[in-house]
């Protein structure tokens, strides 16, 4: 090797170092938020017990081809990790590990620059306890050769992994092999078959040692469902992006769209501001299409003159928005339309005014359901009103955060929890009500932060009222000046 290649070699390497640590998001969660979240977690932990949290699997899309990584949300908000084949572990009290007295120990992919190379940039143990601020890191081969005595402890808190591991044959230390050995040492098993991709969640055959994964979803539920102001601001960025997408969208729909477009707007503006992804799959249907809950087709080539439900979320930095809207893709709403969406949007102000602290989800049920079951029987859509469940079928909100339906202990609403309110009414061709009805799917979904003050609407940016949609649908938008080539392909 002559000194020249050498030269070069070494400009090219600090050169991508250079280029892949400028011009990058500065908002992420602190690794003084991970720290504190770990410390109110060992407060919770029982006497004498070890927690352990596992990285998500790798799915494989198909061939060579993975779907893109997610990190488990636990791991994620623990430490700020976002990498696959990562461990976890934390002690209710310092542990001799090695030689250093520590409560915590992350296991992290080793470096390796060939793989860096194709799939990018890994943190590395070194790095993991520099930038992140664990106390100690080891790279996750060291977990496999008895770094941890599980043997030590009266509980083990599993953070039970989000699906099955596939063992990746050509690297010795992923999560499946992890997991495998994990289960073996606490299993008293000495060995996993490979071919068994789906492992239970033993007990282990010692009745000295407990593994406890409700536990540890309930304690866990506890600290994500109340969010620190450092997550808040997070969530709002969010749900802005999220809300001003569905501003924009309401400028430039019009009856030729296609429910792929329409969906591809939304995404293109989150993109914009810096979103990393859809928090859950964008759900975008014209007419009859919108009473599917989860319609995620959005295969309709044309939505003509219908109204258009559009339940979509940004997701920043992990933290995901669940904001829906209903407009009429010609941009007026007809009186049949327009009497349903405004039986929906007074269910869901009646559901947003009980959205305070002491109260909890039933209530909002019983505001909302009444209005909804009230209204539908009002206009001799249903007779009974235990039918209403047939046109309302799902429930009124969920938590959000980290996950859309976010973990909870389902309680009373505290200060700093985040919410959806999201009544709806969805009429399927066919029903047993007037034909004027048929196709008429409406759903109207807002965030809502829980004050002290009272509910904050953090989606206020979309227009809501049926005034509000059509003064913005008469805006005109940039992207209607967009006018590609038609697609000739033969
Ligand atoms: N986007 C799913 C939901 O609203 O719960
Ligand atoms: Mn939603
Ligand atoms: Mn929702």
Request: proline letters at 5%; charged letters at 25%; hydrophobic letters at 35%.
């Amino acid at each position: 090797m002559n000194l020249k290649y050498i030269i070069v070699c070494s400009y090219l390497l600090w050169g991508n170092f250079a280029i892949s640590q400028v011009h990058l998001p500065t908002d992420y969660l602190s690794a003084q938020f991970h720290r504190e979240r770990r410390e109110a977690f060992r407060k919770l932990m029982p006497i004498n017990s070890v927690a352990i949290f596992f990285s998500n699997p790798v799915q494989n899309r198909s061939n060579d081809v993975d779907y893109i990584f997610h990190q488990d949300p636990n791991l994620y908000y623990l430490t700020g990790y976002k990498e696959p084949n990562g461990i976890l572990v934390l002690f209710s009290e310092p542990q001799q590990v090695d030689d250093k007295e520590v409560d915590e120990v992350l296991f992290v992919q080793d470096r390796d620059p060939k793989m860096e190379q194709w799939t990018g940039y890994r943190l590395g143990a070194a790095s993991a306890e520099e930038k992140l601020g664990l106390q100690l890191a080891f790279t996750n081969k060291e977990f496999l050769i008895d770094k941890i005595d599980f043997s030590n402890y009266t509980k083990i808190l599993l953070s039970k992994p989000n699906g099955a591991y596939t063992d990746n044959m050509s690297d010795g230390a992923d999560s499946y092999d992890l997991f495998a050995y994990f289960l073996s040492k606490v299993n008293s098993i000495t060995s996993i078959p490979k071919s068994q991709s789906n492992p239970d969640i033993p007990q282990p055959e010692s009745s000295d040692v407990i593994i406890d994964s409700e536990l540890l979803r309930e304690m866990v539920a506890r600290l994500r469902e109340i969010k620190t102001e450092e997550e808040m601001q997070l969530m709002r960025k969010a749900i802005k992006i999220a809300a001003i997408a569905q501003r924009e969208v309401m400028k430039a729909m019009h009856p030729d769209m296609s429910e792929t477009e329409i969906q591809g707007i939304h995404e293109y503006i989150y993109k914009k501001y810096g979103s990393e992804a859809v928090g859950y799959p964008s759900i975008v249907g014209a007419g009859a299409n919108g009473c599917v809950l989860h319609y995620i087709e959005n295969n309709k080539t044309r939505v003509g003159n219908d109204l258009v439900l559009m339940d979509i979320g940004a997701e920043y930095h992990g933290y995901s928005a669940d904001v829906t809207r209903t407009i009429p893709a010609n941009g007026r709403f007809t009186a049949a339309q327009r009497t349903i969406y405004n039986l929906v949007l007074k269910a869901q102000n009646a559901a947003i005014a009980e959205s305070v602290v002491g109260n909890d989800f039933s209530d909002l049920e019983n505001a909302s359901r009444s209005i909804i079951n009230q209204g539908l029987m009002e206009l001799g859509i249903i007779k009974e009103e235990e039918d209403g469940r047939l046109f309302y079928p799902h429930s009124v909100g969920h938590y959000l955060g980290l996950d859309v339906h976010d973990v909870s202990l389902k309680g009373k609403f505290k200060p700093n929890m985040v919410i959806t309110v999201e009544p709806g009414i969805y009429i399927p061709e066919g029903s047993d009500c007037d034909p004027k009805w048929h196709g008429i799917a409406v759903r109207i979904e807002d965030d809502i932060h829980i004050t002290e003050k009272g509910p904050v609407n953090l989606s206020v940016d979309a227009p809501r009222t049926v005034e509000e949609i059509e003064a913005e649908m008469k805006q005109s938008s940039v992207l209607n000046q967009l006018i590609l080539p038609d697609l000739k392909t033969n």
